[in-house]
């Protein structure tokens, strides 16, 4: 059974420094999603891909951050220029698309849990 | 605006207690889903259910249940028999189906639920 899986776990690293994230999706989804969870919270909306386009990112996703899906299965996430306000768990997930009540389901990865120091 | 509102922040019960974990949405859509996820210790999203804008029944599933209330836009979940393995983090959500295209979730600030043996 293979899920949404999410590299690294954990990720330590300095202010300043530049961080990516990886997610492989399930392979059949053609939609992945990027969240923000901080402690005591929902997780936030950051970006959302129907196979390689983005198609909505959020303000909270500043110039520092992007999202890529080069060939519409796995993503990056790269944060650059780290600030200590980044500190947070990264989560990633994917969905089927089509007009079925399936579609909605979000299958979540474990997530990376980025410490910056 | 579409808004998610949990207004309990913690629950603790002693096994075998019934608990009512509360969900008020806000949204203009006329079509939209909601959703429950959990979160245990381990951080990794689970979901648990899927209900559409159209569809107020309620739903059981062993010792959860779900009642959806348009009229006062309220999906609330109820645990029966609450278990030590049911203490987690509880997050409802939304979702707008728009022109054919899923997009982003709206999350509660979830409910953390404390089950004391």
């Known amino acids: 059974d293979t899920g949404v899986s999410q590299n690294p776990r954990h990720k330590i690293t300095k202010r300043g420094q530049n961080v990516t994230f990886r997610c492989d999706p399930i392979s059949e989804h053609n939609r992945l999603y990027w969240y923000r969870q901080t402690l005591g919270q929902g997780p936030e909306f950051l970006t959302y891909f129907q196979n390689e386009a983005q198609l909505e990112k959020s303000r909270l996703l500043s110039d520092r951050f992007s999202a890529e899906r080069p060939k519409g299965s796995f993503s990056t996430l790269e944060i650059q220029r780290t600030e200590q306000g980044d500190s947070a768990m990264y989560l990633c997930?994917?969905?089927?698309?089509?007009?079925?009540?399936?579609?909605?389901?979000?299958?979540f990865g474990p997530g990376t849990r980025l410490t910056v120091l | 605006a579409q808004k998610v509102t949990q207004a309990q922040t913690e629950i603790s019960v002693v096994e075998k207690e019934d608990v009512t974990l509360d969900c008020v949405y806000e949204t203009r859509d006329t079509t939209y889903y909601l959703f429950w996820y959990k979160q245990p210790p381990s951080g990794e999203l689970v979901f648990l259910i899927r209900?559409?804008?159209?569809d107020e029944q309620n739903e059981i599933s062993g010792r959860y249940s779900w009642n959806f209330q348009k009229s006062t836009s309220s999906f609330n979940f109820t645990i029966t028999a609450s278990q030590v393995v049911d203490s987690a983090v509880y997050f409802c959500a939304l979702s707008e189906k728009n022109a054919g295209n899923n997009r982003k979730l709206i999350w509660g600030l979830g409910t953390s639920l404390a089950v004391n043996p």
């Open positions: 997930a994917s969905s089927p698309s089509g007009f079925s009540l399936e579609d909605n389901e979000q299958f």
């Open positions: 209900r559409n804008s159209f």
